[in-house]
């Protein structure tokens, strides 16, 4: 069984540092993996898609990096704002069906002005 | 529109009523995934369906719950007698091929029984 895990669970920063969010996966046979962002009471906006055969993938501020073969992503942050304060959640999607996504727990990110 | 429709973004139920959460997803998407998110909780998997087919519901309570992706219209999810455990916030995805192009998720709805 698929299991994600996401560290740090929260984390505190300053505005304009740059920060590193770590998430494993404990099945290597992964479809992609996908970086959410959840605001409170609200849905989930995608940030960054990996797909399995890719090693990193960019987007503004956002990097994200995918070593499958031992299980672990991170996403990477650069010159924090506080309007990136959120909870970042990444999910798997299996090899063999790709179409369930396992969800990590969430690092919740406060960025302070 | 190009996102995924949820409605009603908060529902309230007393308990032992039905509660009925639709999903449209985006133009052009035929798959469509229910996950539930409870209180301090991660998001879990629930049912995977396709226009007029479910696919995997291996995440679904085996009682009260039901989903259908009917060929014209939204997806429901439908919750029969709820109980209080049923309070949730309840997410739908849309994906155009399977998840090759990653999911797009709505807004959710926001069940409290009461």
């Known amino acids: 069984k698929q299991e994600v895990t996401q560290i740090p669970a929260a984390l505190s920063v300053p505005e304009g540092e740059n920060l590193v969010l770590n998430c494993s996966f404990t099945d290597s046979a992964i479809y992609n993996l996908q970086w959410f962002r959840q605001d409170p009471g609200k849905g989930l906006t995608s940030l960054l898609l990996i797909q399995s055969s890719q090693r990193e993938q960019t987007s503004g501020r956002l990097n994200a990096s995918l070593d499958k073969s031992s299980g672990r992503s991170t996403l990477y942050i650069a010159a924090s704002q506080p309007g990136d304060s959120a909870t970042y959640l990444c999910?798997?999607?299996?090899?063999?069906?790709?179409?369930?996504?396992?969800f990590g727990e969430g690092t919740q990110l406060t960025v302070n002005p | 529109n190009a996102g995924v429709m949820q409605n009603p973004r908060h529902l309230v139920r007393r308990r032992g009523q039905e509660a009925r959460l639709r999903c449209s997803p985006v133009?052009?998407?035929?798959?469509v995934y229910w996950y539930r998110q409870l209180p301090e909780e991660g998001l879990k998997f629930m049912v995977y369906l396709q226009k007029e087919n479910i696919i995997d519901e291996s995440g679904m309570p085996k009682e009260r719950f039901s989903a259908e992706f009917p060929k014209e219209g939204p997806s429901i999810l439908r919750i029969q007698q709820v109980v209080r455990g049923d309070s949730a916030a309840y997410f739908c995805a849309s994906s155009p091929l399977r998840t090759y192009y990653g999911y797009t998720f709505g807004s959710g709805t926001r069940l409290t029984v009461v």
């Open positions: 133009k052009g998407h035929s798959h």
């Open positions: 999910a798997v999607a299996e090899e063999t069906s790709g179409s369930r996504l396992t």
